[in-house]
């Protein structure tokens, strides 16, 4: 006997929806407080010289300073019905550098649902897809996160 599936209509239909964009400025003393925050001490995020000799147009970000850009909310967000969330990991392709001045904006889409049953009992998989566009239209980077949604056993 086949149990009923999780995913509804709803849930299939909001797949490939974009988020609203969110639009974020890149300024140079966030791009430093960044920096040192994770203990990066590569001058290019700290050095306009520096940057520049190594072939950038100026200070660039750190790869990880695109995790501190939140994408706009969804215009009809789904029901998930599972009371417990694991972050399944992500995967990250980056396109170009994050200069100082520019100005990203952040876009997510739910990608894929798949459902599985494992050892906490069934899941629901939510593949989510973000991506980083700056002011020249040109695609940064872009994200794939895999969340996993289940139900604890009572």
Do not use: H
Not at 58 to 84: C, H
């Amino acid at each position: 006997m086949s149990e009923k599936s999780v995913i509804t209509k709803e849930m299939q239909n909001a797949i490939g929806i974009e988020s609203y964009p969110q639009a974020y400025d890149v300024e140079k003393g966030a791009i430093r407080k960044f920096a040192e925050a994770i203990e990066d001490r590569n001058p290019i995020y700290t050095d306009e010289k520096i940057a520049c000799e190594s072939g950038y147009l100026g200070i660039i970000a750190p790869p990880t300073f695109l995790r501190s850009m939140e994408p706009g909310a969804v215009e009809s967000p789904i029901r998930i019905p599972y009371t417990e969330m694991l972050d399944g990991g992500s995967e990250w392709e980056y396109f170009g550098p994050v200069n100082a001045g520019d100005q990203i904006t952040v876009t997510s889409k739910i990608a894929d649902l798949k459902e599985r049953t494992g050892k906490l009992g069934p899941m629901l998989f939510k593949i989510d897809e973000t991506k980083y566009v700056n002011q020249l239209n040109q695609i940064v980077a872009r994200q794939t996160n895999t969340l996993i949604y289940y139900q604890p056993a009572k």
